[in-house]
Each structure stands twice: as structure tokens, then as C-alpha cells.
């Protein structure tokens, strides 16, 4: 974009040297033209502002007098002591008698005095009438050489009776000038785009924003702040701010008094939550600005935000004080997890289904520097293998058929700057297990189908049951994976091995219940408690919560838990007694079945076993006493016919 460039000139010559300076200019300025003396320079630099003059160049004294009246830098054109000299030569043959015309003092006068032999009186002014005095003084002291800048010098001169002598300066001069013109223009330019840009910010922040100088004077006051206080820009702009938000207190920072950082201040029915900001300059305050938002909106953002987390599933939702402690054992558990939780080490949970692993992970979690982060959880046994990969690691465009437009990012990359848990880690495949290994000790992952090497920033929890050590002795799973996860240890002990905890944990998960399902919650009889430490709860917390469930289900008060609990305890055990049997009718089966392979016998079960439980993987294990992880590690092995997992 062409530079626009107003050149004041107080001679005609000086128009044909400018056009023919800027023709060897690379990139060569719109030069507007107009005549103007000290104040009749004005309106004409005026017009040239309104016409799209981004910098004006005037002779030294018109530029000093215009600096005051336009909007632009103004750059004079700097006469050297040269041109002078010049014009003293020429004006000594007139008369040795001069006066110099200059708006500032001009050094050297005594050496030219001496080197011409003339005397030199020297007329300096600040504007016309300065001039015009200066001028006729120096006519009736007996000065006869008049030496001036511009063309009025020559003319007052002649009409006073005295000789006028212009002094006159070479291109280089008024190409520095020009130079210099269009640099300030474009720095004015890059300010001015700054300042745009810093206004739109400024008046699109959802905050809003009053700044006062340091006589508390309102100087910006932003769009959201007009939406908020209901007040207009214009009209608080100028005001001093105790006139209209005293409530606000940015006098009192400024004057040192109190300091603000996130207060509730009422507004007649407004609330809203405020920070003041002293702004510093020399360890001086100079001013102060003041940040605030309704706390309704806050109110609404904040549930906004919860509740997309909690969609996600990126919010971990237990704290260590889920855990009921009594017993020795879950009381050195809380105390590990809490010192485990400050390190960024991998940590290892070992332990049956049911016994709080995940709450423990998330737990953790809540204990770290990283709680702030998101929390990802990842059931790794539910997932096929190559679902399984994308879904840890990502994948770009195009990786695989179906695979979303633009990529998708892994669960690594989502847990950046907070926790991840692999729970029934030991189900991994193990060409994913090489692939998870790297990514343990590199700290870094690659998308399927992707080229770009990722950083993480990820704390790593892994889950596993018992099954992990028959399943590093069948080489099913990797050791050197192994001891990278293991490098904390927690073991989860059964419900059973810790019965101390199960009065305080019952009541809790019982109460929890009741206000679930809609009704008040009551105490568990003693009765209650003394039966529930009686049963083995094979599958831990989970078992014992469902049990709960049903008696807060069934059940009003404490008699109508009396009347009901033995009935309840006996169905649960007909249940599991039928599952054993079931199981040991299968075993007898594959036994008696000798006309086919072990493993067809093995398939034959399964399939008889999934039938009857339309396809519930947990109650399929159940009844075949293995694990969810075993169950599905022998559907693969096997290759039966793919079955939708059912939900826990």
C-alpha cells in the first residue's frame, strides 16, 4: 500500500527538487503539495491529514509551529550550516550588515563572523508574529542583509528597503527528509494497526474492563463492561470513577489502600466478581485495571465446562475420602497413595474384580499436582485389537476405512497434563504391548497412519487382577512391560481380608443408594452389620453394592432390613451355589467328551454357556468361575462368532 507524504514548501524550487528526489525512491510515496508559512501552514496541513497525509515535511520553524495542530509526525527539513555559510557568502557582497532568520540559535555564528568579516544578528522566533518582529527590529538596528528559509524572508525584506538572501539546501537534504517521513509513517502505520488490533481484543473480551489513570480518571471502559453496568463508553470516559463505581475500589488500589483479587461486589442488584491491577511504571502506580464478570455467567460457564467433562468422561469424580479405613491394611494403601500421587512415576494396582481400583486410580488422580487435568480411563480388555490401537495412540485421515475426516486424537494425547488409567492392562495383545512400551519410556506417540512424532505430558496409572502373573508365566504378557508399570505398587485386598471396613462402607454406599433412588437414608442395623461381616463377598465392593442396592430398594426402615436380609443373603447364595454347579457341570462335560479335541469341547461350552446367558460376558465368567479378561481371551483364541460385550 502506497505511503501518502505532505510536503509544505516555502519556495517553488522546492516542489521540482522534491519530484525529482522520489523518482529514485524504490518504493516511491504520493507526495501532496501545498505552500504554507509558520501559521498560515496550518490549514493546509490540515487538508492533507483529511486527504490521507500519513506524515508532513516543513521547513524548521512552519514544522515546529505545526507539530501542535495535525494528528501526523511532522519532519523538518534540516538546513545545514553549510547552506548557511553559502548564503552569507553571497549576502556579505550586498552589505556586511546580516540578520539570519532561524527558529532555533545557529552555532558557529562568531567563527563565520570572523572568517567573512561581517556582522551577524540572529532573529529567532516561534511563530509569524515573533518573525515579523525579529524582522523589523533588525531592519531598524541597521541590519541591510536579510537571510531567510523561506520566500516571505525575501519579500518582508524588499519591503522594508533591505537586501533578501534565500538560504537554499541540496537534494540529499530533502531526500533524508523524505526518508525519514515515510519511516515514521509506516511505524505510525504498524501503531496504528496495533492499536486496532488491541481495541477489537479489547472490546471482544467476555470480561469487562476499566481502566483508570492515576487521578482515577476513567480512560477505557469496554464493550462487556458497557453490557454489564448498563452504562455507555462515552458518557464514563473522562469521569472520575468514584462518581459511578465506588463499590469497585480502584482508588483505593491506587492510592496503595487495600488490594482486590477476586472479591464479590455488589452493584445495586449486580453481582460480580472483580480483580484490580495496579499498572507499574518506575515502581510508581500510575493507574490501575479492573477485570470482572457476572457471577452468574461464571455460574453458567462453570456448569457448562463440568458438564462437557463429564460427557467426555475426563473428570475424575472419587477422592481419597471415598475410601473407608479402618482396617491396617486400606489405612497404608491411603497413605501410599498419597505419597505415590506427588511423583510422576507409573503406578500399578493390583487387585480382584470389585475392589476399587478405579476409584483408587482417580483417587490418585485428585491428589496430584496434575488434578486440574483431565482424567482419561480405558478399559483395555472391551476393545478389539486394532480398535484398541487407534483408540490409545489416534489416528490421521485416511489410516484405515471408516476412519473419521481429519483424524482423531488418541487418549494419551486427550490425558495431556493429567492421568490416564489403562485398566486389565495385562489383556493388551502383544504387538500392542512393544508399541505401549515405547510410548512408556519415550514419553511420546505416533497416530496410526500418521508421521509426526507427539510429546505427552501424561501421568500413566495401570490396572490389573491376578491374572497378570499367570500371564507373565505364560509369556502372554511382556515382562519388561511389566517392571515399567511396576515401578509403584499398589495390592487392593479382598472385602473379605478387610471386614473392619465394612460398617462405615456400607452405610455409605447404602446411603448413597437411598438418596439415588429418592429416599431418606436410615442407619443399618447392628444386626445388618454382624451379617454382611459374615459373608465372603467374592465379588468385593462391586457384590457388596449390588446387595445394598437391593436392600435399599426393598426395604423402608431398619425392621423391613431385619425382615428382608436373611431372605436376600439366601438368594445370593442359591445364585452363586448354581453358577458353581453350572461350572462343575461343564467341567464334567468336557471330561465325558471323548470323542472330540479338548478345545472343541472347550468351545462347545463356551457357546452352550454365552446361549444361556444371552451373551452376558460377566455372567458367562461368572458361571464358568474365570475371569471377564480369561473369558474373552478364549473367545479370541477360539475365534467364536463376535458378540456385542454387555454392560456391567
Known amino acids: 500500500m502506497q505511503i501518502n507524504i505532505g510536503l509544505i514548501y516555502s519556495f517553488s524550487t522546492q516542489v521540482e527538487m522534491a519530484k525529482i528526489v522520489i523518482e529514485k525512491f524504490q518504493n516511491r510515496p504520493e507526495l501532496f503539495f501545498g505552500y504554507g508559512i509558520l501559521d498560515d501552514a496550518i490549514p493546509v496541513a490540515k487538508k492533507m491529514v483529511t486527504d490521507g497525509a500519513e506524515a508532513i515535511i516543513a521547513m524548521g520553524g512552519t514544522a515546529k509551529v505545526l507539530e501542535e495542530h495535525v494528528s501526523v509526525p511532522v519532519i523538518p527539513i534540516r538546513v545545514g550550516i553549510l547552506d548557511i555559510i553559502k548564503a552569507v557568502e553571497i549576502a556579505k557582497n550586498f552589505s556586511p550588515k546580516i540578520a539570519i532568520t532561524s527558529e532555533i540559535p545557529v552555532k558557529g555564528i562568531d567563527l563565520i563572523e570572523k572568517l567573512y568579516n561581517v556582522t551577524v544578528k540572529q532573529i529567532i522566533f516561534t511563530d509569524k508574529n515573533d518573525f515579523l518582529y525579529g524582522l523589523t527590529k533588525a531592519v531598524h538596528d541597521g541590519c541591510e542583509v536579510i537571510i531567510g528559509k523561506s520566500k516571505l524572508a525575501v519579500e518582508l525584506a524588499e519591503q522594508y528597503g533591505a537586501k533578501g538572501v534565500l538560504v537554499t539546501y541540496d537534494t540529499d537534504i530533502l531526500s533524508e527528509a523524505l526518508h525519514e517521513s515515510m519511516r515514521m509513517a509506516i511505524l505510525r502505520r504498524r501503531e496504528k494497526e496495533q492499536y486496532i488490533l488491541l481495541e477489537t481484543i479489547f472490546d471482544n473480551l467476555s470480561e469487562g474492563i476499566i481502566v483508570i489513570d492515576k487521578n482515577a480518571i476513567i480512560t477505557r471502559f469496554n464493550l462487556a463492561a458497557s453490557h454489564i453496568l448498563k452504562r455507555l463508553p462515552k458518557e464514563m470516559i473522562g469521569s472520575r470513577i468514584n462518581d459511578h463505581f465506588a463499590a469497585l475500589k480502584m482508588e483505593a488500589v491506587l492510592q496503595e489502600k487495600v488490594t482486590f483479587n477476586n472479591e464479590l461486589v455488589a452493584i445495586g442488584d449486580l453481582q460480580i466478581l472483580v ?23 461464571i455460574q453458567k460457564m462453570d456448569s457448562k465446562i463440568r458438564k462437557a467433562l463429564r460427557k467426555k468422561g475426563f473428570k475424575a469424580q472419587y477422592t481419597i475420602n471415598h475410601f473407608a479405613a479402618k482396617s491396617p491394611r486400606m489405612k497404608d494403601i491411603i497413605r501410599e497413595a498419597q505419597q505415590y500421587a506427588q511423583v510422576d512415576l507409573t503406578i500399578l494396582l493390583i487387585g480382584e474384580t470389585g475392589t476399587g481400583k478405579e476409584v483408587l486410580a482417580q483417587s490418585i488422580h485428585n491428589l496430584s499436582p496434575r488434578f486440574r487435568g483431565p482424567f482419561v480411563a480405558i478399559n483395555c480388555s472391551v476393545l478389539p485389537d486394532n480398535l484398541l490401537e487407534s483408540e490409545l495412540f489416534g489416528y490421521e485421515e485416511g489410516a ?102 465394612i460398617p462405615e462402607l456400607a452405610q455409605v454406599i447404602f446411603n448413597d443408594l437411598c438418596r ?77 467328551c471323548k470323542s472330540t479335541s479338548l478345545m472343541e469341547q472347550e468351545k462347545t461350552i463356551i457357546l452352550h454357556t454365552l446361549n444361556e446367558c444371552h451373551n452376558n460376558i460377566s455372567e458367562a465368567a461368572r458361571r464358568l468361575n474365570i475371569s471377564r479378561t480369561t473369558l474373552y481371551r478364549k473367545i479370541s483364541k477360539l475365534q467364536l462368532p463376535n458378540r456385542p460385550p454387555s454392560r456391567v
Request: net charge positive.
Open 275 to 297: 480483580k484490580n491491577t495496579p499498572i507499574v511504571l518506575d515502581d510508581k502506580i500510575i493507574g490501575v485495571v479492573s477485570t470482572f464478570r457476572q457471577t452468574s455467567e
Open 400 to 501: 484405515f476405512t471408516g476412519a473419521r475426516k481429519g483424524g482423531k486424537p488418541g487418549l494419551f494425547e486427550l490425558a495431556q497434563h493429567g492421568t490416564i488409567l489403562l485398566d486389565e492392562i495385562n489383556t493388551i495383545p502383544l504387538n500392542l504391548q512393544a508399541k505401549l512400551l515405547r510410548v512408556l519410556q519415550e514419553r511420546e506417540v505416533m497416530r496410526v497412519g500418521g508421521a509426526q512424532i507427539i510429546p505427552i505430558d501424561v501421568k500413566i496409572i495401570a490396572a490389573a487382577n491376578q491374572d497378570i502373573f499367570r500371564d507373565l508365566e505364560g509369556k502372554r504378557f511382556r515382562p519388561d512391560l511389566y517392571y515399567r508399570l511396576n515401578q509403584l505398587c499398589i495390592n487392593l485386598p479382598r472385602l473379605q481380608d478387610r471386614k473392619e471396613d
Open 516 to 592: 439415588k433412588f429418592s429416599k431418606k437414608p436410615f442407619p443399618l442395623p447392628p444386626s445388618c452389620i454382624k451379617r454382611l461381616q459374615k459373608i465372603p463377598w467374592h465379588g468385593n465392593v462391586r457384590e457388596l453394592q449390588n446387595f445394598l442396592g437391593r436392600l435399599a430398594l426393598l426395604c423402608e426402615n431398619e425392621i423391613e432390613i431385619s425382615e428382608n436380609i436373611d431372605k436376600i443373603i439366601v438368594e445370593e447364595q442359591h445364585h452363586y451355589h448354581a453358577s458353581r454347579t453350572s461350572t462343575l457341570d461343564n467341567t464334567q462335560k468336557i471330561d465325558h
